[in-house]
């Protein structure tokens, strides 16, 4: 399969970008799919490496025209129809001789509808990646990895056969966060905590260096490892200021750091992509957001627990900032309660659940009907499904209509047919308890084998959370 990722790579607005989407393509390429990155070649730096270095193709588009950019901390800005069109056409060109695209997969504040349209005769299908939820998208499936207060924010954005996969459960980290998660999320909490200071890769707005300045006047002495990225432009300062420092060590571009964080027992930095690794290794966090688009999102992070959320860098005081460390440093009990609240949220295996679903193929669900009751007694009462049910004895077909019959009319349960282009392929019930919802699933019994249980249950988890929000937790036996 070719995958071709369209995305941001502004050193200042898309490093998240980049790093989401290599995680995306390290676990398409891990099941032996074909990833292509196309980049703007302004502002892509060490980024173009990055790319590389993963075994991935990258093709540079030219700065032909001055497409407008978001500034450090303001909302980006949605390019006009020009100059989606122009960069549309710039992007086929350079793809001309590759193979068909099975999926594109569109990582950019600046694209929306208008430049997905240009794709549409093609591109088999369309990933968009998106967590703003403020304009219009032409695409097959949609994904935003963000938590939200609004239960279905793109219904009028994108088209009505569009599939969303919405949620933290969908979180595009590397396999070394799940790897690293497995043992962190079995610790207890420490006595007195190591501490983790990360605010990015170039953190333009120097928080890192705030911190440790407000650690060295206030003699805050505690094991705390800074990491910074090649981006950092203080790195001199920092090292300086470092050194007067007993037990802080500093870390520039580490090479595992999951591993790092894995260790860590408090973190302070900035909302986003770096949230969902946090909660990957269930790792307290005090959160100070540094662009206007992480507001919302650490707001409602918060409400869960997972994190102490002080609000935005330039109006939050360092009183306020010492005062959170300090609490947290103090308050054991506080901290196990966010460790346990973050990693409930994250697995780390988002990157895998995606992947699977646009390699399985078009597999989507329907609500089902009275005129399904045919198909659903063949599946049901077939010797290989019986064998895997709590009851193993055979249907009778009057008990089975008035069962359907009575499951369509209850509000508490829901049944949904799987369909893989266009045909049928199983079910999936869901009785509904809120918070909870138990599940059920069988497949026709001639498509077993064939890779579809996984993504006919994440459509039918991706249809519940956005019909019922008021569901937080999906369980099985």
Known sequence: MFIVFRVDANPITGTGHVMRCLSLAAALSGKGARCLFVCREKGLGLLAGSIREAGHELLLLLQSTECPTRGENTNRTIWPAAAQLEDATACTSLLAGHPAIDWLVVDHYGLDACWESCWRPIAGRILVIDDLADRPHNCDMLLDQNLRDDAAPYADLIPETCRQLLGPRYALLRSEFSVAGKSARSRTAADTPRLLVMFGGADHDDLTGRVVRLMAKHGLSIRTDI???PLYAKIDQLRHEISALSEVTL???PPRIAELMGRADLAIGSPG???????SLALPTIAVAVADNQMAMAEILATTGAHLFLGDAETTPDSDLLAAIRLLIDNRPW????AQAASALVDGMGADRVAARLLSG?????????????ILFEWRNDPRTRRQSFDSSP???????????GVLANRQQALLIGQKDGTDIGCVRFDLVPPQARVSIYLDPGRTGQGLAGPLLEAAASWLTCRHPDIQQQIAE
């Open 362 to 374: 078009n597999v989507s669900v329907r609500t089902a009907e009275a005129r399904d009751a045919a």
């Open 227 to 229: 990491v910074v990225g």
């Open 251 to 253: 870390h520039v571009a």
């Open 395 to 405: 249907l009778l077909w009057e008990k089975h209509a008035d069962w359907l019959a």
């Open 335 to 338: 901290r196990q309660h966010m």
């Open 273 to 279: 992509t770096s949230s969902w690794e946090r909660c």
